[in-house]
C-alpha cells in the first residue's frame, strides 16, 4: 500500500507524538533493547566477517559486514524499540504539527540516549573486560587485580604492568 508524501509526513506526526507520551520506564526499556539489538548486529558483523578477508578481500569482509548488521536495524523496526536517531527524526515531527512539546522532545531524547548508550555498555562490560584490561594497561600502564594479568610483571613501586597477559 502506497501513500502520498503528504500522509506519510501525518504517520510520522502520529508515532512521534505517541513516542513523546510514553513514560520513562517505557523509553529505558524500548531504547535499552535497542541498544542490545545494535550490540547484537555488530556482534554478527564482526563474527561473519573474521576470516573473510584472508581468504576473499577487504571489499568482500565489508560487504559481508554490510549485509548482516542491518540485522539489528530490522529487529528494532519490526519490535518497535526505540533508537535515538529514529526518535531524532520522529519527535520532533509531532512538534512542527503542534501535536506534542519541545519539553517532551528533550525528555525522550534524554531517556533514549541513556538506554541506548549507557546502559548495554554496563551490560556487556564484563564480555570485553579482558580486552579492556589489555587495552587500559597498555595505555595507562596500570596494575588492576584481574586474572590475566601476570602479578610478575608488576613492579613494586606504583605497581606498573608491562604487559597483561595470560
Same mark, same amino acid.
Given at each position: 500500500?502506497?501513500?502520498?508524501?503528504?500522509?506519510?509526513?501525518?504517520?510520522?506526526?502520529?508515532?512521534?507524538?505517541?513516542? %513523546?507520551?510514553?513514560?520513562?520506564?517505557?523509553? #529505558?526499556?524500548?531504547?535499552?533493547?535497542?541498544?542490545?539489538? =545494535?550490540?547484537?548486529?555488530?556482534?554478527?558483523?564482526?563474527?561473519?566477517?573474521?576470516g573473510v578477508e584472508k581468504t576473499l578481500g577487504p571489499g568482500f569482509k565489508a560487504f559481508v559486514g554490510g549485509s548482516?548488521?542491518?540485522?539489528?536495524?530490522?529487529?528494532?523496526?519490526?519490535?518497535?524499540?526505540?533508537?535515538?536517531?529514529?526518535?531524532?527524526?520522529? =519527535?520532533?515531527? %509531532?512538534?512542527?504539527?503542534?501535536?506534542?512539546?519541545?519539553?517532551?522532545?528533550?525528555?525522550?531524547?534524554?531517556?533514549?540516549?541513556?538506554?541506548?548508550? =549507557?546502559?548495554?555498555?554496563?551490560?556487556?562490560?564484563?564480555?570485553?573486560?579482558?580486552?579492556?584490561?589489555?587495552?587500559?594497561?597498555?595505555?595507562?600502564?596500570?596494575?588492576?587485580?584481574?586474572?590475566?594479568?601476570?602479578?610478575?610483571?608488576?613492579?613494586?613501586?606504583?605497581?606498573? #604492568?608491562?604487559?597483561?597477559?595470560?
Open positions: 500500500m502506497a501513500h502520498k508524501p503528504v500522509e506519510i509526513v501525518e504517520l510520522a506526526g502520529n508515532a512521534g507524538m505517541y513516542k %513523546a507520551n510514553l513514560g520513562t520506564s517505557n523509553f #529505558l526499556i524500548r531504547s535499552f533493547m535497542a541498544g542490545l539489538f =545494535i550490540a547484537v548486529g555488530a556482534a554478527l558483523c564482526t563474527v561473519c566477517g573474521t548482516v548488521f542491518p540485522v539489528g536495524l530490522i529487529a528494532i523496526v519490526l519490535t518497535g524499540m526505540s533508537l535515538f536517531t529514529g526518535d531524532t527524526m520522529l =519527535i520532533p515531527m %509531532a512538534v512542527f504539527q503542534k501535536k506534542t512539546t519541545w519539553g517532551k522532545v528533550f525528555n525522550a531524547w534524554t531517556w533514549v540516549y541513556i538506554g541506548n548508550f =549507557i546502559l548495554p555498555v554496563q551490560q556487556f562490560l564484563p564480555v570485553y573486560e579482558p580486552f579492556c584490561c589489555f587495552l587500559f594497561n597498555k595505555i595507562f600502564q596500570c596494575c588492576r587485580n584481574h586474572p590475566n594479568t601476570r602479578k610478575e610483571s608488576c613492579t613494586n613501586s606504583g605497581e606498573r #604492568l608491562n604487559s597483561c597477559g595470560r
